[in-house]
């Protein structure tokens, strides 16, 4: 198995590509190879049991994919990432190789994807329309990381393609300690501090709610990115007695024995990492209507779904979380880690199997992938 990914900063894309890798290595004893272009600064991750090959560039990314393509062509599946998907299908079927194209967002159709453009040998922002789905559609199977992505796909893709959906899945039981419900409330944003993350959502939300909750309620934002001044100004100019707190990054994920409630505003999320970390802890999560994230909460059973559209939904979605009892957050807590099972690592990672023996079999060109009976 080769998979790849361009990392543009570190986030949860990137641990969703070592943890799958690592997750093949280990739990099927697939040989993995990681090929890891660093458009980031960061070091490449060291899985154990996988070879991670690091390149800086488009040239050194080709290369190494034919090298790698090359070793063992009728024995190989190459799971990619919508930001190589081009590069990836083309050179892959000339070693008649087939292709698992990953797309790890959502496909709106006024906003630009970031994708590597083989004429100009580096990542381009294209609109969907703008894409060349003659060669997209030739990907053996694309792959949605929730229903939202592949429906997105479906939908704005210029041919007919096959997609489907395997849900991301995170490492559960990152916090196992008591949860002893605080006053104040503490909510918890956990993203990159990026514009489309629209954590500025969440300040302002958190800033209309009434005076007899927000005495008792605090706002603390865990992450860096480019819209973090941005963010503090907001803050300090909407209301300075506000409790919100700005922490940066927080690492081994600590936030989690802070938090009491998670919320998120972004509506074209592709799947919501920090969700589902939260409902593994115990945590309710308040969440918009569209995207992935919503496909994680039950409403009223494990957090809030608010209409995204509506001005108010999330303050008053902030209020009624803010206004529980402790055995009202408890007992949220208790069903959403129940539910966050649902979503294991061992499901995500078979389902990726599978899908490679599948996309080999189904192509007499393509010698059958030998995967261990364990994925049946």
């Known amino acids: 198995m080769v998979l790849t990914w361009l990392t543009t900063a570190s986030g949860g894309a990137e641990r969703s590509t070592v943890e799958l890798a690592r997750g093949l290595r280990a739990l099927l004893g697939i040989e993995v190879v990681v090929i890891w272009w660093d458009g980031a600064g960061a070091p490449a991750p060291d899985p154990r049991g996988v070879r991670v090959r690091q390149v800086a560039d488009y040239d050194a990314y080709e290369r190494v994919l034919r090298a790698e393509l090359g070793e063992d062509p009728g024995g190989t599946?190459?799971?990619?990432?919508?930001r190589t998907a081009m590069v990836d299908i083309v050179?892959?079927?000339s070693f008649a190789v087939p292709v698992v194209s990953v797309l790890r967002g959502i496909l709106v159709a006024d906003q630009r994807l970031r994708t590597v453009d083989a004429r100009v040998r580096r990542?381009?922002?294209r609109l969907p329309g703008e894409l060349d789905w003659d060669v997209l559609s030739r990907a053996s199977r694309w792959v949605g990381v929730s229903r939202a992505a592949t429906t997105s796909i479906r939908e704005l893709a210029g041919k007919p393609l096959d997609a489907?959906?395997?849900?991301?899945?995170v490492r559960l039981g990152l916090y196992r300690g008591p949860r002893n419900p605080s006053s104040p409330r503490r909510f918890a944003v956990v993203a990159r501090a990026e514009p489309w993350k629209l954590i500025d959502r969440v300040i302002r939300a958190f800033a209309l709610l009434p005076d007899d909750l927000a005495a008792h309620a605090r706002l603390d934002i865990y992450g860096t990115g480019s819209a973090l001044p941005e963010l503090r100004r907001l803050a300090e100019g909407l209301r300075s007695s506000r409790d919100i707190h700005f922490w940066g990054e927080v690492p081994d994920h600590r936030?989690?024995?802070?938090?009491?409630?998670l919320v998120a505003a972004c509506d074209i999320e592709g799947f919501g990492r920090s969700v589902l970390e939260a409902g593994g802890a115990g945590i309710p999560q308040i969440v918009p209507d569209r995207g992935g994230s919503t496909e994680l909460v039950l409403p009223g059973v494990t957090g809030l779904v608010y209409p995204a559209d509506d001005p108010d939904g999330l303050t008053s979605a902030l209020a009624e979380a803010a206004a529980w009892s402790a055995v009202r957050l408890e007992a949220l807590g208790s069903r959403a880690r129940l539910n966050a099972r649902s979503f294991s690592q061992t499901r995500c990672f078979l389902a990726y199997a599978r899908l490679a023996r599948q996309v080999r079999a189904e192509n007499r060109t393509?010698?059958?992938?030998?995967?261990?009976?364990r994925t049946a």
């Open 123 to 125: 990542l381009v922002p």
């Open 255 to 261: 936030w989690l024995a802070a938090a009491d409630v």
């Open 366 to 373: 393509f010698p059958q992938l030998s995967v261990p009976d």
């Open 164 to 169: 489907i959906t395997i849900h991301n899945a």
């Open 91 to 93: 050179t892959a079927e």
């Open 77 to 82: 599946v190459l799971i990619g990432a919508h």
